[in-house]
Nanobody
Framework: QVQLVESGGGSVQPGGSLRLSCATS????????MSWYRQAPGKERELVAH????????NYADSVKGRFTISRDNAKNSVYLQMNSLKPEDTAVYYC?????????????WGQGTQVTVSS
């Protein structure tokens, strides 16, 4: 059974930092690219960052480049999002996602999300 569990969200002042974690189980994590998405109230879910299975390539949304860092620990089956210099517009529910391929078909798996609120 595939499971993704996010943690680390909370409330922080502008300019602050948070580190999100996504613990996974039920699939071969070391062979799976992982992503972080976010969804603000009234807006569509958007891709924040993506990391390949070996961690050799990382991509970021323009809005977070230079402030956020995605990383992974394949020994712990976990992916992380270090968020620095947070802005009020970073307020959203943050989700991790895995795309798992089975018998030639790809399936999206999501965690339950963790709330990040940036406010003074």
């Amino acid at each position: 059974q595939v499971q993704l569990v996010e943690s680390g969200g909370g409330s922080v002042q502008p300019g602050g930092s948070l580190r999100l974690s996504c613990a996974t189980s039920g699939f071969t994590f070391s062979r799976t690219a992982m992503s972080w998405y976010r969804q603000a109230p009234g807006k569509e879910r958007e891709l924040v960052a993506h990391i390949t299975s070996a961690g050799s390539r990382r991509n970021y949304a323009d809005s977070v480049k230079g402030r956020f860092t995605i990383s992974r620990d394949n020994a712990k089956n976990s992916v992380y999002l270090q968020m620095n210099s947070l802005k009020p517009e970073d307020t959203a529910v943050y989700y991790c996602k895995a795309v798992i391929t089975s018998y030639g078909l790809s399936y999206d798996y999501w965690g339950q999300g963790t709330q990040v609120t940036v406010s003074s």
